[in-house]
């Protein structure tokens, strides 16, 4: 079978790519001419496709939608490659989210540590400058891709795209996605993701869903962590599950803490199920081929 992380068939990477020491260099895909930044309102989360106004928008000034309907359309032209490609293999991606300190990395090298010995596993990191946490993650023993995009805010699926094919992608793994640290910019972006992850901190505010709730309603998993310190701080956890389910009431919650003993298995159980999920239906896409083939074969 060809190696789906090599076959994204883009130009050059629009953020800073270091893999192994190496930059490659060339200009952020929603920068643009006018200096306008602009981001995917939670209505249409699920097709990045449509146009909306963004601020300052008006029947005069129609430059803008279309700048907003061309990143959006371009970005989910990329997501959907990597997303074909990722699931011709069989792979579970994972999209994490939060809001910088919610305790990303730290969550990320404690799975590492847990599945590496029976999961092939791979990390893309993104961050605005530095290779810190992609350096963590590499003393796990997990190939891992350091994405920066200097002033930008967010991963995209077309950076991610090479970034993934530098990883030599294999089949019946999961690759880990994590994102800048930002409840905003990366919520109206799809990088192809299976699924996406949002983790809250008890640390923060308990009304963070409702405050930020782009975030929420496009993930699947809401992962409250540092469940640990809850003793310790004013953080209502029945009022932010509530408050999640608001917007999102699909959203699963997972518990964790990566300070106590047994504090993920909460989020490796929900890691395996989804893996289990993503293997069974490439088998299902498997069985329908060779059914069709076999069928062929009896009418010659």
Not at 37 to 58: K, L
Not at 77 to 94: K, P, Q
Request: aromatic letters at 4%.
């Amino acid at each position: 079978m060809e190696d789906a992380g090599h076959r994204h068939g883009h130009g050059a990477s629009h953020a800073t790519h270091v893999q192994s020491g190496h930059h490659h260099q060339s200009d952020h895909d929603h920068e643009n001419p006018h200096g306008l930044h602009v981001h995917s309102p939670a209505e249409n989360y699920q097709d990045h496709s449509q146009a909306s106004p963004v601020a300052g928008g008006s029947p005069d000034s129609p430059n803008l939608i279309l700048v907003e309907q061309n990143i959006l359309a371009k970005n989910q032209r990329f997501a959907d490659e990597n997303r074909s490609n990722w699931s011709s293999l069989g792979l579970l991606s994972l999209n994490l989210v939060s809001s910088p300190g919610a305790g990303k990395t730290s969550l990320l090298v404690k799975t590492l540590e847990a599945l590496r010995a029976g999961v092939p596993l791979w990390v893309i990191e993104g961050d605005q400058e530095t290779t810190n946490d992609a350096d963590r993650i590499r003393q796990t023993g997990v190939p891992a891709v350091q994405i920066n995009t200097g002033r930008g805010c967010h991963l995209d699926a077309h950076s991610v795209g090479h970034a993934a094919a530098d990883l030599a992608l294999g089949q019946h793994g999961i690759l880990f996605i994590e994102n800048i640290g930002n409840l905003v910019c990366p919520a109206g972006f799809d990088l192809g993701e299976t699924k996406r992850a949002v983790i809250l901190s008890v640390t923060e505010g308990a009304d963070k869903p409702i405050k930020y709730p782009d975030a929420f309603a496009g993930a699947d998993v809401m992962v409250l962590s540092k469940i640990d310190l809850l003793p310790h701080v004013d953080f209502d956890e029945s009022t932010a599950i509530e408050f999640a389910k608001r917007v999102n009431p699909a959203i699963e919650v997972v518990r964790v803490s990566t300070t106590v003993e047994n504090g993920i298995d909460e989020w490796l159980q929900w890691l395996r199920s989804m893996l289990r999920e993503v293997i069974a239906a490439q088998a299902a896409q498997l069985e329908e081929r060779l059914a069709a083939v076999r069928s062929r074969l009896t009418s010659l």
